[in-house]
């Protein structure tokens, strides 16, 4: 049986490129994106890959996220945490507010 894997921010990058190592291993995928939709459709378009979008700073919505895949596909078993934000700052000059939400 193909197991299920959801690859947060899994729509770009080095996510998008997880996200395509696990379906070519046979695995059913969900991608969540966040802020680029176009990005988002040419992912399911060219690949197949299903994406959703979700959050991942929202508790709630990362619930919400979890609880539709699992709905759609079954039991989450493999979960790859991708997403980041990248506001990058050197030590010295990160804000509290930078180090609180990861963004530095």
């Known amino acids: 049986m193909a197991r299920t894997a959801l690859v947060t921010g899994g729509t770009r990058g080095l996510g998008a490129a997880i996200a395509l190592a696990l379906r070519d291993r046979h695995c059913r995928v969900v991608a969540t994106w966040h802020d680029d939709a176009q990005a988002a459709r040419r992912m399911e378009d060219e690949t197949g890959v299903t994406t959703l979008r979700a959050d991942v700073t929202d508790f709630a919505a990362c619930a919400a996220a ?39």
């Open 66 to 104: 979890v609880a539709d895949v699992e709905r759609r596909l079954g039991p989450v078993d493999i979960l790859v945490n991708n997403a980041g934000i990248t506001a990058d700052a050197a030590f010295h000059r990160m804000e509290a507010a930078q180090w609180r939400s990861g963004a530095g």
